[in-house]
């Protein structure tokens, strides 16, 4: 199998070609990555591998990306413009790289009928207050005057594309809704919360707690996460379809970040910080956040392993080897 992964230089993108590269019938992963979130680091592991190859260059005007799609015989397509700051500050490149650049994958995977995997968020379930989002759930997606409903709208129009192509093109296409995803090697730089915690708590610097803290937030180590990719990528069923990834185990950003200050011994404090001050004026943030895992659970027998504690450790691992 020859599998090309787009952001394959990101963070989950870096694990999955890892993941991919154990399997005896893979023969070649190529990564196509514009370096902007991502990094060399990402797949530093793998760069020695004679059957992985990164390609630099963006979604959006690659010239050979229709040659490396159709050369494939999977597509697992993750770049996007990622992470609630900088979706914030640059809904512009939000919404060109999710939209458009996203529009290019699908339209040269469906041309060629192949098998491909798109990331979407839990974001599309936006201001919804259930208790826990299923797949067939309504989505309340908030005013085009607040720029961070640009992320969940974007990928929402990645979500209708991939159903029409499967409708219209009999394409093999399965949308994945990541829930937070955490583990070594993701960066704090974006506002991603778990790495900009432990960053501070080995630092000795406070957490800085955005809003009240009483939000509440799953994890779900990268590890799980890439088992339930490389798990849809084999199953046929799963074509036409959307799964949620995440775990279900829930906790408020308060509790976390006393959890983070304790598992690692450090001398932090807390800070408690507006949304306002955060982002935007006018920001607004979702109170819970949970996935119904069930029907990936059918599907494949798939629920989240790895505990919190070892999500903390290993990205506390990670940042402490680059220092
Ligand atoms: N990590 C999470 O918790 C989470 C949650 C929900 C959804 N997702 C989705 O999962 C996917 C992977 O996210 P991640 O956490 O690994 O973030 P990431 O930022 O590490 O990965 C995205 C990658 O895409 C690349 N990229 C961005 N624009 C590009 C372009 N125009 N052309 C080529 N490459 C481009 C970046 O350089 C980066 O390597 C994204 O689609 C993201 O929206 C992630």
């Not at 992985?52 to 993750?78: C, M, Q």
């Amino acid at each position: 199998m020859r599998c090309l992964i787009t952001g394959g230089a990101g963070f989950i993108g870096g694990h999955l070609a890892e993941a991919l590269l154990k399997r005896p019938d893979v023969t070649a992963v190529v990564a196509v990555d514009d370096l902007s979130t991502g990094s060399r680091r990402n797949v530093a592991k793998v760069m020695g591998d004679p059957r992985f190859s990164l390609k630099v260059g963006s979604i959006l005007d690659l010239p050979d990306l229709e040659t490396l799609i159709a050369e494939s015989d999977a597509v697992i397509h993750l770049a996007a413009a990622v992470g609630v700051e900088l979706v914030v500050h640059d809904p512009i490149r939000t919404l060109n790289t999710n939209v458009y650049g996203t529009g290019r994958v699908l339209e040269y995977a469906a041309a060629h009928g192949i098998r491909t995997i798109i990331a979407s968020t839990s974001e599309v379930y936006g201001k919804s207050r259930k208790d826990s989002f299923e797949e067939s759930d309504d989505l309340l997606i908030g005013a085009p005057t607040r720029s961070r409903w640009s992320y969940a709208c974007s990928k929402l129009i990645d979500e209708f594309f991939l159903m029409a192509y499967v409708r219209n093109r009999s394409f093999p296409g399965t949308v994945v809704r990541f829930f937070n995803t955490v583990g070594p090697r993701q960066t704090g730089e974006y506002g991603m919360v778990i790495p900009r915690f432990v960053k501070a708590a080995l630092n000795g610097e406070p957490l800085k707690v955005y809003g009240s803290g009483r939000q509440t937030r799953c994890f779900c180590h990268v590890a799980d996460t890439v088992r339930a990719l490389t798990g849809l990528l084999d199953c046929r069923a799963a074509c036409g379809e959307i799964y949620n990834i995440g775990s279900q185990n829930s906790i408020a950003i308060s509790e976390l970040a006393q959890l983070v200050i304790a598992e690692l011994n450090s001398s932090s404090g807390i800070e408690t910080v507006s949304y306002d001050r955060a982002y935007a004026k006018g920001f607004e943030d979702m109170l819970r956040r949970s996935p119904d895992t069930t029907k990936l659970s059918n599907l494949l027998g798939w629920r989240a392993e790895l505990p919190l504690k070892k999500i903390i450790r290993d990205v506390a691992d990670d940042l402490a080897s680059m220092y």
